[in-house]
Nanobody, 123 residues
Framework: QVQVVESGGGLVQPGGSLRVSCAAS????????MGWYRQAPGKQRELVAT?????????NYGDFVKGRFTISGDNAKNTMYLKMSSLKPEDTAVYYC???????????????WGQGTQVFVSS
């Protein structure tokens, strides 16, 4: 069993910063990638950021990020972080973490999703 759990969401004022975390646990042979998507009320889920191999791998960001967010990871802890700065009210959404994981050496990789963490940007 693999679990992916987000933490760190909450209320922040416009222009503020927030860091959310995502930890993968359970039967993990290899993590190929981790990432964040978000979904605002009435909108489709959209890509926020991804990172290959949890730490040190290439990163990719949604167009709306424009240098405000930084994704990083810690291989030893199977944990990924998203540091969000210069937050705007339109960043309000549920942020979902996913991890592409092979549970054993011979198993194909599968995507595992967390339950989401709410980020609310408001004064």
């Amino acid at each position: 069993q693999v679990q992916v759990v987000e933490s760190g969401g909450g209320l922040v004022q416009p222009g503020g910063s927030l860091r959310v975390s995502c930890a993968a646990s359970g039967s993990i042979f290899r993590i190929y990638a981790m990432g964040w998507y978000r979904q605002a009320p009435g909108k489709q889920r959209e890509l926020v950021a991804t990172i290959l191999n949890t730490s040190g791998g290439s990163t990719n960001y949604g167009d709306f990020v424009k240098g405000r967010f930084t994704i990083s990871g810690d291989n030893a802890k199977n944990t990924m972080y998203l540091k969000m700065s210069s937050l705007k009210p339109e960043d309000t959404a549920v942020y979902y973490c996913y991890a592409r994981i092979a549970a054993t050496q011979n198993a194909p990789a599968s995507d595992y999703w967390g339950q989401g963490t709410q980020v609310f940007v408001s004064s």
